[in-house]
């Protein structure tokens, strides 16, 4: 009993002792088992508002107010019962962090508890800004418009944000199990590995490159991708960070720039030179045979009306791919629609009949109908046989109009490929009758535009008939009538 109150005793002349000067920012301290401070030590002391004379010989409810005191407490009582803690704790408008530890006699017995303090303010605002900043990263990463990965060297995905999943199609669990090799389209392959390793190499610090990537389903997306290798401060190589943007939108348009620019230095020069050649012949002799003026007239009409046609697909070719397409629909009677093209069309030969339900109209820019209809009407006037039939109905609450011709029909193995852009059949790509290969195209997303469809069929007889569907007018905005039939037009 004796050796425990010298114990005690010891600890509360500990005050003096020059290990307690040794704190310069924290403080150091005993108490007893009545959480009575014995001694008190340090600079971080007077930092705190506090200081031997106030603690020594006081409990912690006298020292410090209700809050604080009640706020303690369980970690001194925890430390007397023989644990150790460590924790924070606010005061003064500082934070404090505070180890506690029981103090034992020689035997094993606790007889006291001891205290260290430091002042960890400006060390949690620092732990506390790399969080958020690790968390605004985080944030950064995962939330950006574009695809974000860490790479390793070997070219294993390590991290990757929802950008980059949706653009390969592949959830994020399964992406982490493969490497950019593996999704890299074979051609592009070598290309992106020898940047790779010029960049490991040290011969140059970063890379862009445009590429191909196989997505899950199999589908070919162009990327803008951007390389940077993080190393370490010894300069090793440690990841690559990759930054990638979807450019298959880019590439396409730039793919149709070529093609239309292709088309038109190619296609122009046919109804060009005819114009050209048959003006000469104007200026000639024939000028004086009234017969030979005419038959030369209606053909350089011919050509200029061809050249319209091609400029007008081309022109409205650039409208859809730039996205400023905008339809305006409103309710037209087909009657006198059809009508307004037939007289427009240079029908050559070819007989066309035409039958159009009592009164019918539909939903659709008259502009878009007209163009429509021109391209179906002239590509069964150049391809079909010699007569084309037009007709009009309701069907289902839907408007459907259908162009058929006698003719031979389509191939089969083009029928996929009957509405690509730029697609002519082989047989089409010679003789008299040459188009652009936009008409159908066109076709196709003029009604898409307002809300229509189409199909190609092969007709009983075998010839090629295309029937669109239509929306009718909305009820209440239709006014004036239509005809029935139109009979039969013919021009040659």
Do not use: C
Not at 221 to 235: K, P, T, Y
Not at 256 to 285: I, K, N, S, W, Y
Not at 325 to 347: F, K, N, R, W, Y
């Amino acid at each position: 009993m004796r050796e425990l109150e010298d114990t005690v005793a010891y600890l509360r002349a500990a005050g003096d002792h020059p290990l307690m000067f040794s704190f310069p920012q924290g403080a150091v301290f005993t108490f007893d088992k009545e959480l009575r401070y014995l001694s008190a030590g340090g600079l971080g002391l007077a930092e705190a508002g506090l200081s031997r004379e106030l603690m020594e010989g006081r409990t912690i409810f006298e020292v410090f107010g209700p809050e604080i005191s009640g706020l303690i407490e369980p970690y001194y009582r925890a430390a007397i019962a023989g644990e150790s803690t460590t924790w924070d704790v606010p005061f003064q408008g500082r934070i404090h962090s505070v180890w506690l530890f029981p103090v034992r006699s020689p035997e094993g017995e606790i007889i006291a508890g001891l205290g260290f303090t430091r002042d960890v303010t400006d060390a949690r605002a620092a732990e506390e800004a790399l969080r958020e900043s690790e968390e605004r990263n985080r944030l950064t990463f995962n939330h950006a418009p574009i695809g974000q990965a860490i790479v390793g060297l070997d070219g294993r995905w390590l991290q990757v944000n929802a950008a980059l999943t949706r653009l390969t199609g592949y959830p994020e669990e399964k992406l982490l199990t493969m490497t950019f090799q593996d999704i890299t389209h074979p051609e592009d392959l070598d290309l992106d590995l020898g940047y790779v390793q010029r960049v490991l190499a040290g011969e140059i610090g970063s890379y862009q490159i445009e590429k191909r990537y196989l997505t899950a389903s199999g589908l070919i997306v162009w990327v803008l991708l951007s390389v940077a290798l993080v190393r370490n401060d010894d300069g090793a190589p440690l990841y690559f960070i990759s930054q990638i943007q979807d450019i298959t939108e880019r590439k396409r348009q730039e793919q149709a720039l070529q093609d239309l620019t292709a088309m038109l230095a190619h296609d122009l020069r046919t109804p060009a030179a005819v114009l050209r050649g048959f003006a000469e012949l104007l200026e000639g002799p024939a000028a004086a045979d009234e017969d030979e003026v005419r038959d030369l007239a209606g053909r350089i009409g011919a050509a200029a009306r061809a050249l319209t046609d091609l400029l007008d697909n081309a022109l409205t070719t650039t409208t859809l791919d730039s996205g400023r397409l905008v339809a305006s629909p409103q309710p037209l009677h087909l009657a006198s629609a059809i009508e307004e093209v037939l007289a427009a069309t240079d029908l050559g030969g070819v007989s066309v009949e035409v039958t159009v339900a009592d009164d019918l109209a539909a939903w659709i820019d008259p502009v878009h109908f007209h163009q429509v209809l021109s391209n179906l009407l002239s590509n069964a006037v150049k391809y079909g046989g010699d007569v084309v039939t037009i007709g009009a109905s309701s069907d289902r609450g839907r408007v459907r109009i259908s162009v058929e011709d006698n003719g031979s029909g389509v191939d089969q193995d083009f029928v996929p490929l009957l509405f690509d852009r730029f697609s002519r059949a082989s047989r089409d790509r010679v003789g008299r009758h040459r188009g652009s290969g936009l008409g159908l195209y066109i076709v196709r997303d003029l009604l898409a535009a307002n809300g229509g469809s189409i199909r190609y069929r092969r007709t009983a007889s075998g010839g090629a008939a295309f029937d669109v569907d239509l929306r009718p007018p909305p009820a209440g905005t239709l006014r004036g009538g239509g005809a029935l039939d139109l009979g039969t037009r013919a021009t040659g």
